[in-house]
């Protein structure tokens, strides 16, 4: 067995990479030649787990157009052409979406209408459907996850890891509206739980919502945060935004059961005053 994890560079293919067994890292960069370099038709049991993301910081910039689609769905295409042409069996593929393709839904179910905002969500459904497609030809089981707001790990971008930085480096931290806004946040390692789930079982979901269907604005971490004695300075920005976005994690919770998920504001309070406790020794 080999668990093919494309996107060598992204937060969560790097925690993938350390809790799942007999995993490889692809770059997106070189993929081709890995690949070649892995010898796979030696293995019964191939799994793919397509992590090309956007870089968190260049999601806006199109300074270079080609770069921008080479990264989203062409490299997608390349692997699916690479296993075309070498006749390889794969048992699963799991593409890593984004709840950004729901647009303006104010609950998000799998079966709903998509509405992309933008052009990086767009992307992400043209991926979807070449997933879809290319798996349904060639009669292979698929799992499409639509991640809302993912924090944890090695995270620099989210706005959990914003919050923590500027309040430990004494930071103003800008935010849009107020912060009244709410998203769904879940935990990476919640996330990997359930990678590992779909690739351990033959799951009934061609597409699943990696929420936690619990709304969070940022102006309700800030004041829990203050009511635990920690007061992060904020400059708030008028800006057109969603102004909420929620899965439907009905489907999820009938995979997953009883999972405990890690409670976002324990989290922060948690990493804050540890991270605190350790600069100040």
Known sequence: MINLIIGKNSNLSKLLHKNIEHAELISSQSIERELDDLNLN??????????????????????????????????????????????????????????????????????????????????????????????????????????????????????????????LNNETLNIFNNGKATRDFIHIHDVVEVYKRLLDYKVNATVLNLGRGIEMSVAELLSFLETNGIVVKTNSRARNELKTSTADTSKLLSIMGEMEFIKIKDFLLEKILHTKSLLSK
């Not at 270079?64 to 699916?80: F, G, K, N, Q, W």
């Not at 030809?137 to 991640?147: A, F, G, L, S, W």
């Open 42 to 167: 030696k293995y019964k049991t191939i799994n793919i787990i397509f992590n090309n993301f956007q870089v968190s910081t260049k999601l806006n910039d199109l300074s270079s157009p080609s770069d921008y689609i080479s990264r989203s769905i062409m490299t997608t295409a390349r692997v699916l052409e690479y296993i075309k042409k070498d006749n390889l069996t794969i048992n699963k593929i799991i593409y890593s979406s984004s709840s950004a393709v729901y647009g303006n839904n104010e609950l998000c179910h799998e079966s709903d209408p998509l509405q992309p905002l933008s052009l990086h969500s767009s992307l992400k459904i043209a991926n979807e459907k070449l997933i879809e497609n290319f798996s349904n030809e060639n009669k292979i089981d698929y799992t499409i996850t639509r991640i809302f707001n993912m924090y944890g790990g090695d995270d620099h971008f989210s706005i959990i890891s914003k919050i923590k930085n500027s309040y």
